[in-house]
Every structure is written in C-alpha cells, then in structure tokens.
C-alpha cells in the first residue's frame, strides 16, 4: 500500500526540482508571470494563517502590503538604507498594527463579518491617511532609484528577473514549509481547535485571545515582507494602489478558490487564476479587443462559481481525485 | 475660522445629502436586518443606478426624478432575482461564504461598468439644479433639495409598509424568527427575496436622486458600499429610523470634514467613525443588542 | 481537605436570583452529584465552577486556591476539566487530534502529545475510530471524545455536564463504568450534573440538590433519595430508585 506521505512529498519535490529549473525553460515574460504566481502563492498563505487556521476574516491585508512596502521603500528613499535592513522595520510596524487591530477587535469581541469592517476600514483609512502624507510622497507615489537592472545587486535588491523570481521562489517554499510546520505544531492545532470551537478550546486550557493575536502577527509579519518585495520589485509606490481594497481581495483570492486553511489551496489558487486570467488577456489582445476591467469581471465570476460550486476550494476536491 | 453662514450652509447641504445617503443605507439595512445578508454588493448597485438614469437622461432626456419608477421597477425585479437564484440557496451556508458570495457579485458589477461606462466622469445636467431657494441665510439648492425629498417620501413609505400592511408584517416575523415564519406557514423565501428587492428599490431611487449631486464613476461602488456599512452600523443594524440619522450625521460630518481639513480627507472621517462605533457601540445608536 | 469548596455562592440575572448562597464541598477522589429540576441553578452552579461567569458573592476553592472569576482556560490549566451539555467536538478534525489538543495542555510536543491522546482514546474504547473527523461520530462516541478530551488535560476534577442526556440504558451504563473506573484507577474526583437517576445512582457518592437556587439537600443517596423536600420538588413520592 502506497504511503500517503511518500506520495506528497515526491510530487512535493518534483514541483520543487520543476520551479528551480523553469529560468532555463521559458522566457523572461513568463518568468515574470511566475514570479506574480508566487507572490500571491505566497500572500494568499500568509492570509491563510489567520483565516484558515484561526477563522478571521480579514479584508484589509493591503494594510500590511502597503505598510510593509512604504517602510523599506522610505528608508532606501530617504537614507539609502537596503531591504535587508529595512525589513526588519517593516515587519515591526506591521506587527505593531496587526497586534492593535487585533487587540482592539478580540478585546471588544468583535467577530465574522464585523471583523472583516474592521480590518477594511483600517486599510481604506491608511490609505487615505498615506495620500496626505508627504513624507512618503503623497498621492504622487515614491519612486525607488532603480539602478542597473542586469547585475545582481543583493544587497540593494536590484537585477534582472531572474534574481526576483528565484527570490520569491524562496520566500513562497519558506511559506509553505512555515505553514506545514505551524500546522503539525501545538500552535496549528490549538488554531484549529480555536477556529471550530472556540469555547470548547477555552475549556481546554486554551487562552484563544492569546493565540489569535498570536496568529495576526505571524500574518502580519509575512504580509510586511511581501510588501517590502513589491516596492523593491515594481519600484513605486502609490496610496490609491497599494492600500486600495481590490489589492486586499486579489490576496484572498488565492486562498479562497485553492481552498482556505489548506496548504496547497493558496499555492494553486493562485496559480489557476493568474495562469487562466493571464490567458485571458492574451485571447483578447489576439482578438484585438482591449478593454479594461475584464480580467476583474473574470476574477469574480470564478470566486463567484467557486464559491456556489466548490465551497471549500478546488484542492480539497482535487486531492480526493488523485487520492493524495 | 470660515464665517457662520457658510457653514450653517454646509451643514444644511450635508443633512441634505444625508438623506440620499440614508435612503441608500436604509436598503441595506432592511436587506441585512431581515435577510441576514451582508450585501457587500450594495454601493456597486447604487452606482449602477446612478448610471442608467445618466443613460436614459442623456438617449431620452429623461429627468432623473421620472426615471426613478422604471430604473426602481427593474431593480426590483433584479434584487428578486439576485436573492433567489444566488443567495437563497446560500442561507444555510456559514457566513463568510456568504459573504463571499457578494463580494464576487460587487467585484463583477464594478468592472462590468468599468468595461461598459469606462473611466471617465459622467454626469446629468437639469436646469433646476443651478435654482436655489434662499431662507435667510441659508441657500438651498433645488436640485438638493429635491434629491433629499425624494429620499424622505421613499423612506416614508417604506416605513409604511412595514408598519402598516400584511406583507410588511410578515416580513418583520421574518426577521424575528425564520423557524417560526416557517412553521405559522409563510413563505419565506419569497418574503426574503421581496425584501431584496424592497432594498434595491431603495438603492435605486437614492441612486437616480445622488445623480444630481456627483458625478458617478465606477470606483464609486465600493466607496459607497462602505460608506453604507459605516451609515448602518453608527445608525444601528435593523433600525430604520437610525440608517436616516447614520445617513444625515456622515452627511455633515463629511460636509464638515471637507470644510475645515481638506475634501479628500472626509471619508476618512467616516472609518474613524467606523472604527469608533465598532469598538465602543457595536449596535449603533438606535439599534438593538443582538 | 476537600478538592472543590462552593462556599456560599450566588448568581442573579437582572432580578433573577439564579442561586442563592449554595455551599457544598466535594473531598478528593469522590463522586459527587449535583441534582435537581430544571431551572433550580445546577448549569449556573456549574458554570461558575467552570469559569464561565463569576459569582456576585462567595467563594469557590480548588486545592484550597480560590478560583471563582478566573478564565475558563485558567481553570482548565489549573487542574479542572469540563465536557458541555451539547457537545462540542472539533469537527473537522479527526478524533485523535481532537484529543491532541487537549494533550497538548501538559505536552509541548506533538510526538509526545499524539502518544498520550492515542492512550487517551484506546481507553475510551475509540481506537478503532481515531483517524475518523469527528463530526462522522454516533452521539455516544461523541460524548466519549468529549470526556477524552477532557482527561487529556489531565485533570484532577472532571466536571460532567448532562452526560447522559440522550443516551439509551445500556450505554448509560456504559458511561457509567467508564467514570467508575476512571475514578478507581486514577483517583480523578468526579463532580456530575445529572437527570437521568440511574446513572447519579450508580456513580454518585454523595449528592447535592438544588431547587430555585438553594440547596435543600445533601447526603448519600440513600438519604437524598428519602429526603421528603427532595421527593416532593424533584423526584415524586412515587420514586423508586
């Protein structure tokens, strides 16, 4: 009888082995598309840590991108101060914000769909807030010097695609690997605990106000790191975009079509909808047609079906196809 | 210090324009204190509103206040519609699916009109909107006026119906106690789909009434379905009575935001608000503890 | 010294005094009930023991430490643990990691965790359906893992909720041997709210009556079962037990 585990980890490192080889099968431009791939394979898991394993729903994941970027993209702006040092400041704030919504919020007993205004409103008012904000360039955006793009320049984050796809490759498996730990752990099982019943967690010894913040500032952490990767990626910076609530959906996206609270549904999710959207937009190009907003009308209408037909996610359903 | 005057009118223009933004929040008020459906498609419907009276002003040269009872018609049949095909089926399921469920519905209507209106601003141009009546030192616009009229008749008569017909009451039972509607015999998922479309209504008539007031763009969808989530829950959730006041104080907060800080900071203002009533009054002013 | 010491507790809800000065003492290692109709106090007694509210007035003594107004996962840390009247498993987790979770009060390991959990579970006779979710369960096996769960944490009080509501005789019974033996070998102090007479019969060693928040009785069975108040608000003159 086949081992359950040995199956997944092999079809595991052979997606690994396909990932770190990719560069020298395709193009710069669909290493590009890779690179979005893992970036939403990677934030939809940071979302999935506080929605998936503790049960809260947060709208306003934008908050921490945008927060996360802002910070390192200032300190390089203003004093020269590289990623690597910026992200420690990034994660910080991010931290700090995620732990006062999460106070605020578990403190005053706010849940469900209330929870979910929460986090929106604290995102739209940052948003808002960083568009009068003119250290960080207002709503005119900051713009990060972007120096020579062939050579890699680790320590200032600077180079050619290849160096952004390989590292976000790393942060999507460090993710993931992160995740598959938290989950087999005391942490990820007094999250689920927390996240089916959370009275009965109680009765069980479990300070859930505790370990819910606990998760909001895992989140918020790797959300920040994400952010600090957008700004040293894309290079500028604007409120409207950055904070804006679509970004916050985009995250969840991932998760909700992959399936939430599972290891692979972020990692899929992602992949389906950036893979089948970017298809999209080339049928379209093709056929001559150029209109705005049709990739997002696509978004919704597979959220929308997923959600009537497959209400856990396409991974639960395909992995019991494949009997994995 | 702005003199007196001025901001006695602004105020007087935001209670104005506060009962557009009531009317609108009093939809989704009734739509979630009965359905329980947190319709997170609610200012895209608004917007929608807003433009087809810009449409069938600019083909037919339809006054928006006329063009309020075909565009509310065919809402009503829409928000029917919307309930039982896709949320009917939906009511057993857990909350955050829900949820989703309309934030899908938003996300499509928002880019469809995105793809169909494009970017720009439109706007509707009636004589009467330049008129305005003085009383003393206030001057009121007619076009404002008007609008906020339109938006108090509407809640009138919803108020009406609940009070005062049969349906009205049923609906109320509904909202009460879904089991117990079941078993005394009524049919509750029409009842919940003609409360859908009662909301839509409601969006639609604040929709051809706010078109007098702004120019629509697509992005004001979301910002209006928040800005109606922020009026409903200061207000009170299921206080029909609290989504008017919710309406009128965002209305003047964000007039008086916009006078004395600078326009584009009034709606954060509102997520102040927001955030505020949250923490400290989860059920509103007027509404009742769950 | 008694494990548990309710020294004069009370409980109003807006003008309803729910329980009035209840006191009653449970010693180490016994098995006490708590019994009375409805609405005399028992779940509200209970709750307060559990962490649930606190009392307005009086005192609660676990090992001589005062507990009353501490958190729910205060009081399991300190040694109490709880099933609920209508069950709450984990349900989409599977029985054994049911268990883990609570194991993982006293284990930092998930090895040693999964370890104590399957002992847990083999014992309460759920081996056979320990990688099954939780919500596949038949009631029975419910409240099983619910006590499971709650030994995981390895309490020193264990306090049942209505435990055999909804059981059929014959896995009354068997509960009842689970408790008995659990009580016998671990020495784990059993406080139990029951209706079902068979059962607090059975198991109890000494009971407490409640009825409109007051005690009116304490004793062996034997005496409670004859106590003439007890008779006429509770169990009729025509009890035969």
């Known amino acids: 009888m086949r081992n359950p585990y040995l199956v997944q980890i092999s079809w595991l490192a052979a997606l690994a082995a396909l990932l770190v080889a990719l560069p020298l099968l395709v193009g710069n431009y669909a290493l590009s598309v890779a690179t979005l791939i893992l970036y939403f394979a990677y934030t939809g898991q940071a979302w999935n840590v506080m929605m998936g394993f503790a049960g809260q729903l947060s709208l306003g994941h934008a908050l921490y991108v945008g927060v996360g970027a802002y910070a390192a993209g200032s300190l390089f702006f203003h004093y020269g101060v590289g990623p690597w040092a910026g992200v420690w400041l990034a994660i910080a704030l991010c931290v700090a914000l995620g732990l006062v919504i999460g106070f605020l919020a578990f403190r005053f007993r706010i849940s469900g769909v209330y929870f979910a205004l929460l986090t929106i409103a604290f995102a739209e008012f940052t948003r808002i807030g960083f568009d009068h904000f003119a250290w960080t360039g207002g709503p005119g955006g900051m713009f990060l010097r972007v120096a020579q793009r062939d050579t890699w320049d680790v320590a200032n984050f600077r180079g050619p695609p290849l160096m952004y796809y390989y590292a976000m490759l790393f942060l999507a498996i460090a993710a993931f690997a992160l995740c598959a730990w938290l989950l087999r752990s005391r942490a990820g ?104 907003g049709i990739k997002q009308v696509f978004y919704g209408v597979v959220l929308l079906a997923v959600v009537m037909f497959l209400p856990h996610g396409i991974w639960p359903a395909l992995a019991k196809r494949l009997r994995l | 210090m702005p003199a007196l005057d001025l901001v006695a009118n602004v105020v007087v223009s935001g209670i104005l324009t506060g009962l557009v933004y009531g009317l609108m929040a009093l939809g989704l008020s009734v739509i979630f204190g009965v359905v329980r459906v947190v319709n997170f498609a609610h200012g895209e419907m608004m917007t929608i509103a807003m433009y087809a009276a810009t449409a069938l002003f600019i083909a037919l040269k339809l006054d928006p206040f006329v063009a309020m009872l075909p565009i509310a018609a065919a809402f009503f049949v829409f928000g029917y519609a919307l309930q039982t095909a896709l949320i009917n089926p939906f009511i057993t399921r857990p909350e955050h699916s829900q949820f989703m469920l309309l934030v899908a519905v938003a ?184 | 010294m008694s494990l548990l010491a309710v020294c004069s507790v009370s409980k109003h809800f807006r003008g309803l005094r729910a329980v009035q000065e209840v006191s009653f003492d449970v010693p180490e290692g016994d098995i006490h009930g708590l019994i009375g109709p409805n609405g005399a106090g028992k779940t509200t007694t209970f709750n307060m023991i559990a962490g649930v509210y606190a009392p307005d007035s009086g005192e609660i003594l676990f090992a001589g430490r005062a507990i009353q107004g501490l958190r729910p996962d205060e009081i399991c840390a300190a040694g109490i643990g709880r099933t609920f009247q209508i069950v709450k498993p984990f349900a989409g987790l599977s029985v054994l990691d049911n268990v883990m979770v609570g194991a993982f009060l006293r284990e930092r390991h998930a090895a040693s965790a999964r370890a104590a959990a399957a002992a847990i579970v083999e014992r309460l006779g759920l081996g056979a359906k320990r990688d099954l979710p939780a919500s596949s369960l038949t009631l029975p096996d419910r409240k099983r893992l619910e006590v499971a769960r709650a030994l995981a944490t390895r309490p020193r009080l264990l306090l049942l909720d209505e435990v055999m509501a909804g059981l059929r005789p014959t896995e009354c019974d068997q509960m009842v041997g689970v408790f008995r033996e659990l009580n016998r070998s671990d020495g784990t102090t059993i406080l139990l709210i029951e209706h079902v007479m068979r059962a607090v019969m059975a198991l109890a060693r000494h009971i407490a009556v409640l009825h409109h928040g007051a005690l009116i009785a304490r004793g062996t069975p034997e005496q409670v079962v004859r106590d003439p108040a007890v008779l006429e608000c509770y169990l009729g003159e025509e009890t035969e037990v």
């Open chain 1, 189 to 292: 099982y007094y999250w689920q605990a927390i996240r089916e019943n959370e009275e009965a967690a109680q009765a069980l010894g479990i300070n859930t106000f505790r370990w819910k913040l606990l998760a909001v500032a895992i989140s918020a952490a790797m959300t920040a790191v994400a952010g600090v990767f957008f700004a040293f990626y894309y290079n500028n910076l604007f409120p409207e975009q950055i904070f804006h609530i679509s970004r916050s959906i985009e995250i969840i996206l991932g998760p909700v079509i992959g399936g939430v609270g599972t290891l692979f549904g972020p990692v899929l999710g992602a992949a389906v909808l950036t893979l089948l959207s970017d298809g999209i937009t080339e049928v379209l190009a093709f056929a001559g047609v150029e209109m705005p």
């Open chain 2, 107 to 290: 996300i499509i209507l928002v880019n469809a009109m995105l793809m169909i209106f494009g970017p720009d601003a439109r706007n509707v141009q009636v004589d009467y909107q330049l008129e305005s009546y003085e009383l003393g030192p206030l001057l009121l616009d007619k076009g404002r006026l008007l609008a906020a009229a339109a938006a108090v008749i509407a809640a009138a008569g919803l108020f009406a119906f609940f009070r005062y017909t049969l349906t009205g009451k049923a609906i109320r039972a509904c909202a009460d106690n879904y089991l117990g509607a079941r078993v005394v015999g009524l049919n509750v998922k029409h009842l919940y789909a003609l409360t859908f479309g009662l909301g839509a209504v409601c969006v639609a008539i604040a929709g051809c009434a706010m078109v007098l007031l702004v120019d629509v763009t697509p992005p004001l969808g979301p910002a209006y379905t928040l800005l109606a989530f922020v009026i409903v829950i200061v207000g009170g959730l299921g206080s029909m009575g609290g989504a008017l006041l919710g309406g009128v104080l965002i209305g003047v907060s964000e007039a008086l935001a916009g006078l004395f800080i600078a326009p584009s900071a009034k709606s954060m203002f509102s997520f102040g608000l927001l955030i505020l009533v949250l923490l400290l009054r989860p059920q509103g002013l007027l509404g009742r503890r769950a």
